[in-house]
């Protein structure tokens, strides 16, 4: 019952007419429209795909302080953490495995050649992010390989505010105290001269940690009792410039993290991990400004991702570098007043050199074309197809379709498109079954790429302005799913019965469906907002063994209840986030975390004080193995705001 009060709290309060405009400046991405689903910018009801949006101002009125935790939010989305604070996580959409979801960048891919482990080692601080932007289902015909299960875009100056409007600067400076002495401090700025603007941003995080039990008390490892500790430093600089005919802008970011990687990927009883990343991201992109029927951009991203992991002090440290040099251009034209034709092109090379996966380097290359069209006032549809080689699966062609029928205040959508993924280096390279370590693992350097056909139907429904439902089912066929699995073939003697061995599934038939509700509406002086959503999964395995025990596979949710509301006066906010989650065996857990700010007016700049409430009733659950996640963690900070002239 805990986890009701609050939404019907909520949903009592709503009943006042609307009575306020907001008026967008030039330049900046209304929060209505979206650019992930189609390249070009459509409203959220034209997209004929279900996406949810995050701007940076409600990402601040919620108990956030990484994206991964943000997603915990977003519908048909499932974070699993190893810890708390976003320090590492792998993230799956609609029952994918964690390596079947595809993250950019400003339209660039994050995705990293080693493993989906690192898919949220983000090289920009959270105050970067402008925006973010999920797509659920087919997204691989325009964005590329490993978008099986759908896209999040992180979205920062480059895309959201191209045209670098407003004052000449804009900083803010922020520190963080809680509990098990978390310490936070953040800041950054923005500086603008004419036509040029640079961007700053650094945070520093730091915890002793929660102390990691067991049956018996406390845990002890080789260096004492273990606790839940980590540090973090991320920073991120940016510079922009426009020109008569185009405009530039120019990113470089790291991220460093060190951390207790307590049974994090076994459980082993000689597992006391630790591990270190390094995350380096350097991004150039180029776009018009001129006023024509054609808009392109071109990018350039390269990204190197450096980890040393130690499984015991006694054993020796595994470390590995992973890099990747990727480049695109799409350009967009309009045909008539009713059609337009996107285009692109894409190209990279990703390798890994490591003292456990061994050195290796592979190629990408991949081309698509995408038609948009009004049939009707009431009919839109977009149909294209890509092609793609990759030296893991050789070449592909990755169709994909939409039809969307907008009668009256509803909006009837169904979608169809063909998604594949090349195996990354960790299932085909590793090889971790010297003793003493248990659920060792034993890559497969002959897997087969994954191959995969998403269907989904939908409706939504605007009864107001500021108020949506929504209602998808969704099924997806995976044909040579990738996964380890707990039972070695026949004609491979020499491993055991326990070793994990990466293998293809045949095949996978996942099935589900997701209702959401999306309000939000201005009350008087105040702005409320309620985002919920629930999925149901089902999904049925065709494996080699009837008894193989798969590590992945089945390790997304029956049923998810997600829930974040917020309720915000002119110098008060409060923001509440809702997860229950029933797991496929039949447990279950719900966490519910709270943030309240105050804002104070101060005659050149303004301070806001927030109290973050993390798991409130202090549930005790995990996510990944036996990997604890944080209980009850309380945290006060303030935040100040200057603006230049």
Do not use: C
Not at 112 to 124: C, L
Not at 315 to 342: A, E, G, I, K
């Amino acid at each position: 019952m805990r986890i009701l009060f609050f939404p019907i709290l909520f949903i009592s309060l709503l009943g006042t007419e609307l009575r306020a405009q907001s008026t967008m400046p030039e330049g900046v991405l209304p929060d209505s429209i979206v650019v992930t689903a189609t390249r070009t910018p459509l409203s959220v009801r034209d997209a004929g795909q279900r996406i949810s949006t995050w701007t940076a101002d409600e990402i601040a009125d919620l108990s956030v302080n990484s994206f991964d935790e943000l997603l915990r939010s977003v519908g048909g989305v499932e974070v699993f953490s190893r810890t708390g604070f976003g320090i590492q996580s792998d993230i799956t959409m609609r029952g994918s495995t964690f390596n079947g979801v595809l993250v950019l960048i400003d339209g660039m891919p994050l995705n990293d050649a080693m493993t989906g482990h690192f898919i949220t080692d983000m090289p920009i601080p959270l105050t970067q992010i402008k925006r973010i932007e999920v797509l659920r289902g087919p997204a691989a015909m325009l964005h590329g390989p490993d978008a099986l299960g759908g896209v999040i875009h992180i979205m920062t100056d480059a895309t959201v505010n191209p045209e670098s409007y407003g004052p000449s600067s804009e900083s803010t400076l922020g520190v963080f105290r809680g509990s098990h002495g978390l310490f936070d401090i953040h800041g950054d700025g923005i500086f603008r001269k004419g036509n040029v603007s640079l961007g700053i941003a650094s945070v520093y995080q730091n915890s002793d940690g929660e102390t990691i039990q067991n049956q018996e008390g406390p845990v002890e490892g080789p260096n004492g009792i273990v606790k839940t500790d980590f540090w973090r430093l991320t920073n991120s600089v940016f510079t922009s410039a426009r020109f008569s005919e185009f405009s530039t802008f120019l990113r470089f970011g790291m991220d460093r993290r060190d951390f207790n990687a307590f049974h994090f990927y076994t459980v082993s009883p000689f597992d006391f991990s630790r591990e270190q990343t390094d995350t380096y991201w350097a991004q150039l992109r180029l776009q018009n400004r001129t006023e024509s029927a054609s808009n392109w951009t071109g990018q350039v991203v390269w990204k190197r991702h450096d980890d040393t992991f130690t499984f015991n002090p006694m054993f020796s440290t595994n470390r590995h570098t992973s890099q990747h040099l990727f480049s695109q251009f799409h350009l967009t034209r309009t045909l008539s007043p009713t059609w337009s034709l996107t285009t692109g092109l894409s190209g990279g090379v990703r390798s890994i050199t490591s003292n456990n996966l061994g050195d290796h380097n592979d190629t990408r290359a991949g081309a698509f074309a995408v038609f948009n069209a009004e049939l009707t006032e009431s009919v839109s549809a977009y149909a294209g197809s890509r092609i793609d080689y990759d030296s893991g699966f050789g070449v592909e062609v990755i169709p994909q379709a939409s039809l969307l029928w907008k009668p009256g205040n509803w909006a009837l959508r169904t979608n169809v498109g063909r998604a594949v993924r090349a195996p990354n280096y960790t299932e085909r390279y590793i090889n971790t079954t010297a003793p003493p370590r248990r659920d060792r693992n034993y890559g497969n350097p002959d897997l087969e790429a994954e191959r995969a056909w998403s269907y989904e139907v939908g409706a939504d429904f605007y009864p107001a302005s500021g108020v949506s439902f929504h209602a998808t089912g969704f099924r997806r066929i995976t044909s040579n799913l990738i996964d380890f699995a707990q039972r070695a073939p026949s004609g491979t003697p020499m491993l055991a019965d326990s070793v994990l061995l990466a293998l293809n599934i045949v095949e996978v038939d996942l099935k589900g469906f997701e209702l959401d509700a999306t309000i939000n509406r201005p009350v008087g002086r105040a702005s409320m907002g309620l985002s919920a959503t629930y999925t149901y999964f089902d999904s049925g395995l065709d494996g080699l063994w009837p008894d193989a025990i798969f590590k992945y596979a089945s390790g997304h949710g029956r049923s998810i209840v997600q829930i974040s509301s917020t309720l915000k006066m002119p110098s008060t906010s409060l923001g509440t986030q809702i997860l229950w989650k029933e797991k496929l065996d039949g447990t279950s857990y719900s966490t519910v975390n709270i943030r309240a700010s105050q804002t104070f007016l101060l005659p050149k700049n303004q301070i806001k004080f927030t109290l973050d409430l993390r798991n409130i009733f202090d549930e005790s659950y995990t996510e990944v193995l036996d990997a604890p996640m944080p209980g009850r963690w309380i945290s006060l900070g303030a935040n100040i705001y200057f603006a230049g002239e």
